[in-house]
């Protein structure tokens, strides 16, 4: 059964995605994931019952490699990208309230 | 071969490098005029994904397959144009405009890759790697009457290509013959141990492989690639391909491929839900855009990605929350992976009978710009060839195969087994020695 996508569960998944939206972009990504839903509910019709979730393509097992140093770009490089750097550190805003959110 | 820059009137380069960085080359690519999708990370330029978000940024390092190619010998032309973090069929969701489809200027190139596909059908550059998530490189190369590679998963090193959906990226080639695919494959295949996906598997001499007659070919044709929405040019003229392939000596045969429809909904929902896990890292933090006034810590974050990601790839990150968030996860995420083993399962089944899948690439030739990109369920319904392969992981090409009445490139698809690149390009150089539809140009 596909869900409602109201206003308030935009939001709640907006919220979670840390993206902001205009009330104006809100409803028309409600309509468009309302659509998509709605279509892709056909995968409910299938029968899955027993069969594994396909995590990845080839059979994944754990990669190991000698515990020796490489190089990486140094912190200068990284810190050529970052918006605001200080003192050699990604400078942001405080958080500005401890406690329950 | 003209200058990229002074003849990119289809807006397929983001950047392009002037020649005078070049040294003598020598290797086998010597001599190649190459181009990069923009997720793929160089030390030179910038590399944009196509986004406001990463407008600025400049790679610390290059990708793998960069210098794989510097080590053969090519000479990269520039970045191309590409779908905002590789997400789109049209190439129209770049924050710096589409890329027009050198066939018609008043149509789309066909996405992700379409910037790569454009410059290769306009012969700005002999090849071009593009990435291919649900079919990013074959779309593109169908649309601009060019080949497109998809290799198998972990054939090619993912290190430096900018994530997307983490088990669906390959980087691939597009180019105007198999032959000169199967050139760049082998320049750019092997393993790599800075990418944990890549797999440790000898590369096979592609170029001496073209030229082996494998016997009869058995090719399979899911007779759901025929369903009612394809277009009727596209039909005659895969048909009108497969007639080649029986006259070459190949056993045509009709297969069952009955999760066909659903596989383009199991692809969104799981690459969707990969994304929004991909993308969390942008930010504004660390690199790329941050908003100018954040009122505080937490705006920073949100402030800074709704002004810096389009509106698909916004959409894309809140269907993959909604698909992964507490109690939607199993209904849609883990069912959507369920779905996924049992394409994989039809795929093992059905390469028990065939040699290869054939059929279209794409349900139709190049849309006018502005039309699939209004519609997102469309655009997406509009992979429901491609996205099959990358849910199993196993390798395909488009190579061009004719032209609608108006003029507009077809492709045919080739879907081999894992690792069967050998054979994929074979049937599509033996193709190609038989027809020239691909050596036709805007």
Not at chain 1, 59 to 71: G, I, M
Not at chain 2, 282 to 303: C, I, K, L, N
Not at chain 2, 324 to 345: F, N
Request: with cysteine.
């Amino acid at each position: 059964m596909p869900p409602r996508i109201d206003n308030a569960t935009v939001r709640h998944i907006a919220n979670l995605a840390r993206i902001s939206l205009t009330d104006e972009q809100a409803a028309r990504c409600g309509e468009q994931l309302s659509r998509i839903l709605d279509a892709f509910n056909q995968l409910s019709q299938i029968d899955t019952s027993g069969v594994e979730p396909t995590a990845h393509p080839l059979d994944a097992h754990s990669v190991l490699r000698e515990d020796v140093p490489v190089s990486p770009p140094g912190a200068e490089a990284i810190l050529a990208n970052a918006p605001r750097a200080e003192a050699g550190c990604f400078a942001l805003p405080k958080v500005l309230e401890q406690g329950a959110a | 071969m003209p200058p990229a820059a002074a003849h990119d009137s289809h807006n397929a380069f983001i950047e392009t490098w002037p020649e005078a960085e070049q040294s003598a080359a020598t290797g086998p690519l010597a001599g190649w005029r190459v181009a990069v999708k923009d997720n793929i990370c160089t030390r030179r330029g910038r590399t944009t994904c196509g986004s406001r978000m990463l407008e600025n940024y400049r790679s610390p390092y290059d990708a793998h397959v960069v210098e794989r190619l510097a080590a053969a010998g090519a000479v990269i032309a520039g970045k191309t144009n590409l779908d905002e973090f590789g997400m789109g069929s049209t190439s129209e969701n770049s924050a710096f405009g589409p890329t027009r489809n050198p066939w018609d200027t008043q149509r789309v190139a066909g996405g992700s890759s379409g910037g790569s596909a454009a410059a290769v059908a306009a012969r700005l550059v002999r090849a071009a790697l593009g990435s291919d998530t649900g079919g990013s490189v074959r779309f593109p190369a169908a649309m601009c009457g060019v080949t497109g590679l998809k290799p198998t998963y972990g054939r090619v090193s993912r290190y430096g290509l900018v994530a997307y959906g983490s088990s669906f990226d390959c980087i691939g080639v597009l180019a105007t013959s198999a032959a000169d695919a199967a050139e760049m494959l082998y320049a750019i295949a092997g393993h790599d141990p800075r990418d944990a996906t890549c797999v440790d598997q000898p590369v096979p001499d592609y170029m001496a492989m073209l030229h082996k007659r494998p016997g009869r070919l058995r090719i399979g044709v899911p007779r759901e690639y025929f369903a009612a929405g394809l277009d009727a040019d596209v039909k005659i003229a895969v048909e009108a391909a497969l007639e080649v392939f029986r006259a070459a000596g190949a056993n045509v045969v009709e297969i069952a491929m009955p999760l066909t429809d659903a596989s383009v909904a199991a692809y969104y929902l799981i690459v969707a839900a990969e994304a929004s896990s991909n993308l969390a890292r942008f930010d504004g933090v660390h690199f790329g855009h941050r908003t100018a006034s954040p009122r505080d810590y937490m705006d920073v974050y949100s402030a800074s990605r709704s002004e810096g990601l389009g509106e698909e790839v916004k959409l894309r990150i809140l269907l993959g929350t909604f698909a992964l968030s507490s109690g939607y996860y199993d209904a849609w995420y883990r069912k959507a992976q369920q779905v996924r083993t049992l394409i994989r399962r039809d795929y093992l089944r059905a390469f028990e009978q065939c040699d290869v899948l054939a059929g279209p690439t794409a349900p139709f030739a190049a849309p006018l710009l502005g039309n699939l990109r209004a519609d997102p369920l469309a655009m997406y319904l509009g992979d429901v060839y491609t996205v099959g392969a990358n849910l199993a992981g196993i390798p395909a090409i488009s190579i061009p195969c004719g032209f609608t009445a108006g003029g507009l490139p077809i492709g045919l698809q080739l879907q081999g087994p894992h690792f069967a690149e050998a054979q994929l390009l074979c049937a599509a150089h033996a193709y190609q020695q038989a027809t020239d539809w691909h050596q036709r140009c805007p």
